[in-house]
């Protein structure tokens, strides 16, 4: 006979909750079960039979050494996305965690915490502040202007007056899908040195595989900008989200600093496993980055169309509006089975770019919406 079990008490005990998470909801775009779902920025193609097949085989071999902790130093890792980014970059100029989010939880671990402030901005990304908040690192938002760039001379006043030791800035921007000049990358860079405590710049390239031809890359600035760390991730080109994998390089100082907040083995040794094999097929894994980009340059034209006001974009999702009552034209949409973001400035809302049947979902879900 088993014991009698009986659920944890709640009741009269009050939770020494820290005080700033009071009332807090937990982050999360809602995730409704919806035929079709534009409202994460995922890429929409899953792996081939035959990439699905060597992952399976990947993780089937580490499988007999579960026992023993990973490679604390995922040095094989390293190397394999080091060889990705090119632009002479080795193994000891990158690091690596459970998603870009946990990167930047790490940068903000090491380099922000009690006293110090991190800046950005707005609209942004609405996990900075919560990174901030967790790393009780303080948190300061300048703004972009109408069209969603970030001007030179304000960012740089911004910087000298907050003087951050930490600069976030995606580049493209999500939701915008604005992407930086690297003249505004090397002008935040240079400001930020120069302050009493020097502070970093990291630009959040999570998109960067998805930029129009032109559109440069900060990596150009690494070799040349001691304090620029560029993040980027396996969660969206790659078709990844699910394995949780993101990255960033930056100099050897900065990633051997990350080692120090880093929790012990935080990078499982199946994650880096199938990390590894993705990489082995980044060609086909980012095969259809071409395609999702030429679908977005229609769908902005297509929404233009329509009289609306789109956000230029590099990345791999729209910003689009003005509406009146975006909540409505949110939950019209969700009635037509098209799942997409209500996020941004007051009136404008986001869809991710899928595949041309989920594209064409999505248009004509709005087109009944708006009439
Ligand atoms: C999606 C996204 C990321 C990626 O997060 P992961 O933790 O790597 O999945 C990072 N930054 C921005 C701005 C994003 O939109």
């Known amino acids: 006979m088993s014991a009698p079990v009986s659920a944890p008490a709640t009741g009269a005990f009050r939770l020494p909750l820290r005080p700033e998470l009071e009332g807090v909801a937990a982050y999360g775009a809602p995730q409704l079960d ?17 990439v699905a097949a060597d992952l399976a085989a990947a993780v089937s071999a580490v499988a007999g050494e579960l026992n023993r902790y990973p490679d604390r130093e995922f040095t094989a890792l390293r190397e394999a996305l080091a060889a990705y980014l090119g632009h002479a970059l080795g193994p000891e100029h990158v690091w690596a965690a459970n998603g870009s989010n946990e990167v930047m939880l790490h940068l903000l671990q090491a380099f922000g915490g009690p006293g110090r402030t991190a800046i950005s901005f707005a609209p942004t990304y609405s996990m900075y502040p919560e990174y901030a908040r967790d790393t009780h690192t303080g948190w300061v938002v300048g703004h972009r202007e109408t069209d969603f760039a970030v001007d030179v001379d304000k960012a740089v006043a911004l910087v000298r007056e907050v003087e951050p030791t930490v600069v976030l800035v995606p580049s493209p921007n999500n939701p915008t899908g604005t992407a930086l000049p690297l003249d505004t990358v090397k002008a935040l860079c240079a400001a930020a040195a120069a302050l009493p405590t020097p502070g970093l710049v990291v630009v959040d390239e999570a998109y960067a595989e998805f930029r129009r031809p032109g559109t440069p890359t900060a990596l150009e600035l690494l070799d040349t900008t001691p304090n620029l760390v560029v993040s980027r991730t396996m969660s969206k080109a790659f078709a990844f989200a699910g394995v949780r994998l993101g990255y960033l390089a930056a100099s050897t100082e900065i990633t051997d600093a990350l080692r120090l907040v880093r929790l012990p083995y935080h990078l499982s040794a199946v994650t880096q496993a199938v990390a590894l094999t993705a990489l082995r097929h980044a060609d086909e894994l980012l095969a259809q980055v071409d395609r999702l980009r030429r679908e977005r340059d229609e769908l902005v034209v297509w929404l233009r169309e329509q009289g609306l006001t789109v956000a230029d974009s590099d990345a791999n999702f729209v910003l689009f509006g003005l509406f009146e009552d975006r909540h409505a034209v949110w939950q019209g949409l969700v009635d037509r089975g098209v799942l997409i973001r209500e996020t941004g400035p007051e009136g ?24």
């Open 34 to 50: 919806l035929p079709v779902l534009l409202n994460v920025n995922e890429n929409p193609y899953p792996p081939s039979d035959a």
């Open 348 to 371: 404008w809302l986001r869809v991710s770019v899928g595949t041309p049947d989920e594209t064409a979902a999505f248009r004509a879900a709005l087109m009944e919406v708006m009439t």
